[in-house]
Structures are given as C-alpha cells and as structure tokens.
C-alpha cells in the first residue's frame, strides 16, 4: 500500500508538505517511523520476523512492530495502529514507553533511499504470544527471545545474518534501555 507520508527536514521538523511512500524512498525525503518493542517480565524479548516479500531484508529479525507515520497521524497513534495491524495486538498510547529518536539513513541497491528517524518505544507483552496474528505482507513469524539470546545473537549479527547487520549499534542502544526498565521488575 502506497501511503501518504509526512515530509520531515534533516533535523527532524515537519516541513508541512507530504509525498507518497513510493515517492519518499526514492528521493530519499526525511521522514518518521514508529517503532515498538514488547518484553516480557520474565525477560524476553519479542521479535519480528520481516515477511520474505519485503525489498529490504526480507527473512531477518528485528524490531516487534514497525511502520510508517501516516500524513496527519500523531507518532503514538502510528504505533498503536501499526501495532494492531502488524501482530493483531490492542494497546494504548499510555502503554508506550519512549526510548528515543533514532536516526537511519541508508541507500539499497534497489534504489531506495531509506532517510528515517526512528521514534522508538517499548512496553510490555502482557499477552501469550500465541494470541498474536502476524501480518502477512509484513510478518513472517514471531518469537520471544531471551536477555542472554538476544545479546548473543547481537554479538554475532555481522556473520548470523539473523538481524539487520546495519542496525547493530540501534539494536544495542534499544536492549540496554530495555533491561534497564525490565530489572525493576
């Protein structure tokens, strides 16, 4: 689905104008995504597998939910959208933790040009697993992975080829502050 998109500036500010999603990532305009990452309290973490169709690292693990923030949509509305779409899941704005903003800005041999801030969250996985619906076009699977797999499998993502190797320091970053939050549980 081709979206209507926000156009950011390189700081990150609103521009007041807006391009389709085709357009955005082949002129390489500046723009939002949500991202959300579920943990559980017995210290796991959900992962997202990307569905084989996707153009850009299809088959690799990453963030629980992600998305595009739709022209006119508040960040936290795109991630409760984004997260009821993606793994089938109800949350609320008030659930959403934020981490940060991230920058990623990355060009793919197929010619998109991938300028993204991140705004990044986390929240609890009060729900089995089990009771989540993948995303077809947009999920492969789904898996909880626990603190010590997780850091293990990050401390190999350059050979792995399970996460996306690029996004190791945005994967760390996002793993402390999530053991951070979990250890007061």
């Not at 088959?59 to 998305?67: E, I, P, Q």
């Amino acid at each position: 689905m081709d979206e209507l998109i926000d156009i950011v500036d390189a700081s990150g500010n609103p521009t007041g104008e807006t391009a389709l999603k085709s357009v955005i990532h082949t002129k390489g305009f500046y723009h939002n995504t949500a991202h959300v990452w579920f943990y559980t309290k017995n210290g796991d973490i959900l992962l997202a597998q990307r569905a084989a169709s996707k153009t850009i690292c299809p088959l690799l693990w990453d963030v629980s939910v992600a998305g595009h923030i739709d022209a006119g949509e508040t960040i936290t509305q795109a991630a409760v959208r984004e997260t009821k779409e993606e793994i089938g899941l109800a949350i609320l704005e008030q659930d959403l933790n934020k981490i940060g903003v991230f920058e990623c800005f990355q060009s793919y041999d197929n010619g998109i040009v991938d300028n993204e801030f991140h705004h990044t969250f986390m929240t609890e996985l009060k729900v089995d697993i089990n009771q989540l619906t993948p995303q077809k076009d947009e999920v492969e699977a789904l898996k909880l992975v626990s603190f010590s797999t997780f850091q293990s499998l990050l401390n190999n993502s350059e050979t792995n080829n399970h996460f996306v190797a690029s996004n190791r320091a945005y994967y760390t970053t996002i793993f402390n502050a999530i053991q951070k939050n979990c250890s007061r549980f």
